[in-house]
C-alpha cells in the first residue's frame, strides 16, 4: 500500500479530501491522533517513551555475563579525542 503526506493550512482542505477519499476509494489517517505517545522533559530536552513490542533478547544475549554497568560503559565508550 502507498502512503502520502499532505499538510493543509485550511479545514476545507481536510472535508474536500475526505470526500475525495470516498469517491476514490483511499483513507485518510491522523497520526497525531493514532502515534500519541507520552513526552515528558528533563533538563529541557524532550524525552518519549520506548516501544514496550522491541524484542530485547538480542541484547540480553550481548550483555550478560560482561560485567558492564553504566559507569564503565561511559568511561570506555565515550572518550575525547585529544
Known sequence: MHEVVIKYKNRK???ALTALGEYLGFTIA???RTGK???YHINGI???SGDPKIDMQDLTT???GED???KTLRESAWQRKR
Open 68 to 70: 558492564i554497568d553504566a
Open 62 to 64: 550481548i550483555f550478560t
Open 30 to 32: 491522523n497520526p497525531e
Open 46 to 48: 524532550p524525552v518519549e
Open 37 to 39: 505517545k507520552e513526552v
Open 13 to 15: 482542505t481536510l472535508k
